[in-house]
Structure formats: structure tokens, C-alpha cells
């Protein structure tokens, strides 16, 4: 115990344990059990008797309100989940089925028209080959000249 005192002493150099805290400390204490002993008293009581229904108190404001949860999952579906779905529902049919899906379908129908073309230049004609080596010669050396031309 002295050294906790000293430690606070030495932090807190004004504070001053006293016999007074601890007093106050059980004093607590003792509430805190009559009152946890109250309520099991009092659960006890009631639910030995069996539970009866009171139409009185079902009609009570703060009955309906704790019965309904504070409302809390009213109020959840209506400004959370309620918005949320027709966000969602909107994004689904407009966004993503008319942009991201037509983008991927559109490169995939592209990148096949572009297989089905090239496939036709495949004959297995050895000077048929050379000529479109001379055409990607070509259009390599345009392109060569127009980046020169554009950096300088």
C-alpha cells in the first residue's frame, strides 16, 4: 500500500490518501449489493407467481416503446435499408448492366471480329505471308517517322 502511495504522491503531489476512501468505497459497495439483491428479490416474487398478463401496462407508452425496440429497426429499414436497396436496385439496371457490362461485351465482340479478320490472312501461302510482313514493315516505319516528327 505505501508504495501505490508513494506512486500517486509522486504524480500527484497534492493528493492525500485517507482512512475517509476507504470508507466511501464500501459505502458504494453496499449499494450496488442492496440494490442487485433488491432485484433478484423482486425477479423472484414475480416469476414464482407465475406471469400474468397486464393489458394496463401492454398500453403504456414506454411498454410499446421498449416492446418495439425504440423503434431503432423501424427507423433502420426506413432511412438505411429502404434507400439502400433502390440505390442499389438503380446502379444494377443502369450502371452496371448498361455501362460495365456493354463495355465488356463490346471488347469481347471486338476482339472477335478482330480474330475472325486476322484469321483469314492464315492461308499457309509462304509469299502471302511475306506481303503482310512488308505491310507491318510499313506501318512500322510510319509510325517511326510520325514519333520522330512529334518529339523533335
Known amino acids: 500500500m505505501e508504495s501505490f502511495e508513494h506512486f500517486i504522491t509522486t504524480l ?44 394496463e401496462l401492454e398500453n403504456t407508452w414506454y411498454y410499446k416503446m421498449l416492446a418495439n425496440q425504440y423503434y431503432i429497426p423501424n427507423i433502420y429499414e426506413e432511412f438505411i435499408s429502404k434507400p439502400y436497396a433502390m440505390l442499389s436496385d438503380m446502379m444494377w439496371n443502369k450502371v452496371d448492366m448498361k455501362i460495365v457490362d456493354a463495355t465488356v461485351d463490346g471488347i469481347a465482340k471486338f476482339l472477335y471480329k ?33 514519333s520522330a516528327a512529334m518529339l523533335g
Open 12 to 55: 500527484l503531489p497534492e493528493y492525500h490518501m485517507s482512512e475517509h476512501t476507504h470508507h466511501i468505497a464500501w459505502f458504494l459497495g453496499l449499494i450496488v449489493l442492496i440494490f442487485a439483491v433488491g432485484g433478484i428479490v423482486l425477479a423472484y416474487k414475480k416469476y414464482y407467481r407465475g406471469l400474468k398478463r397486464d393489458e
Open 114 to 146: 478482330t480474330g475472325d479478320g486476322s484469321r483469314k490472312m492464315q492461308t499457309g501461302n509462304l509469299s502471302n505471308y511475306l506481303n503482310w510482313m512488308a505491310v507491318g514493315a510499313v506501318l512500322l516505319l510510319v509510325f517511326a517517322a510520325i
